[in-house]
């Protein structure tokens, strides 16, 4: 099973609701899609949404990295050499690691199909049943509470609370969510680099004085703030996670090594794929610190490829994050992985297991 071909298409997928943080509002999905063509008829799907404010990708970066410096690398290549193939990704060029991410999905999706089983059961194997959480939008704290209700009722056990822009109403946001939904969730806070090291302290040591007891929060300072990351860490009962401070492995080494965190979030967007989100896995598991597993704005394509990886790694990456295709006002996805509310399930189908992408654009 030899490359011969990547072609690339623009997918649109509206929201349920606008998604709001504390970087900006988005009211759709809109991610380039790659296929990967091969000599044996067989296509591999990735997935990439531009996120610029994160990762620095756009959607023309994106096609210009993978059309330019990526597939001249990749065209005539075996499928069957995975670690090669993975290495020409990764030093194509420095950086741009949403098209790497892309790149390498449709990559791991053909070595699935050249095998005949699911891409989890290449990576170790598991139990093929995994819960996410979902995110609630920052907005007014009735919509914020009214949504966090909403949520529990469809049966998520875990939400992600969306903070960061001012910090007194932050707090009393996240006390009328914790007061509406009692017992009945787990809060998880996500400051997206909102506040400032001692803000962070502040609003944590205040929820902790309240009785208001959180599962985590995530990164609440600067991404390049590591000192910051440890001030926090130090000084409150909450475990602190880093996100936007951790892309590939040597930056999560050196956040070990300074303690700056508790939990490290893996996005394969961050770390250009699915070969480093397992590297970052098995330093992290090394070391005894937990791992989540997160996602962009993307849908149940490169969604499914961060299940398949939770799946295989579950004894670390303990806590989920995959609610991208939930917030999706449909999916355009015929097969693959099954998104139902919390609880996503991995079929029994080669690779990622995809049949069709419906509503498509081609890009020529």
Request: with cysteine; hydrophobic share 45%.
């Amino acid at each position: 099973m030899k490359i011969t071909d990547i072609k690339f298409g623009m997918l649109r997928v509206p929201l349920k609701t606008p998604f709001k943080t504390a970087l900006r509002t988005v009211d759709r999905v809109e991610d380039i899609v790659i296929m990967v063509h091969t000599d044996s008829g067989h296509i591999g799907y990735g997935e990439a949404p531009a996120t610029a404010v994160i990762t620095g990708d756009t959607h023309g970066s994106i096609v210009d990295a993978i059309r330019h410096y990526i597939s001249p690398r990749l065209i005539g290549e075996d499928i069957a050499n995975l670690n090669r193939l993975t290495l020409l990704i990764q030093n194509a060029m420095e950086k741009n690691s949403s098209a790497k991410a892309a790149v390498e999905i449709a990559i791991y999706d053909l070595f699935g199909q050249l095998y005949g089983a699911p891409l989890y059961k290449l990576l170790g194997g598991g139990d093929p049943v995994i819960t996410t959480d979902i995110t609630i939008s920052v907005d007014y704290i009735d919509k914020m509470v009214a949504d966090s209700i909403a949520a529990v009722d469809r049966g998520f056990e875990s939400l992600k609370i969306k903070v960061g822009k001012d910090i007194g109403v932050d707090i009393e946001r996240v006390k009328a969510i914790y007061a509406a939904v009692e017992d009945r969730a787990l809060l998880r806070l996500d400051a997206n680099q909102g506040w400032t090291a001692k803000q962070a302290v502040y609003a944590l040591q205040t929820l902790e004085d309240a009785g208001v007891r959180l599962e985590l929060v995530e990164q609440p300072v600067k991404a390049h703030d590591l000192e910051g990351m440890r001030y926090v860490t130090e000084r409150v009962h909450t475990p602190i996670m880093a996100d936007e401070s951790v892309f590939g492995p040597m930056e999560v080494v050196e956040l070990i090594r300074m303690r700056a965190a508790d939990i490290i979030n893996i996005k394969l967007m961050k770390t250009g794929g699915i070969s480093n989100a397992i590297r970052i896995a098995d330093i992290a598991a090394m070391h005894g610190i937990e791992c989540m597993i997160g996602c962009m704005l993307e849908t149940s394509i490169s969604v499914a490829a961060a299940v398949h990886v939770a799946v295989a790694k579950a004894d670390i990456i303990t806590k989920v994050d995959l609610d991208g295709p939930s917030l999706c006002l449909f999916n355009p996805v015929e097969g693959g992985v099954i998104f139902n509310e919390s609880e996503i399930t991995i079929t029994d189908a080669p690779g990622l297991g995809i049949r069709e992408i419906r509503g498509l654009e081609l890009i020529e």
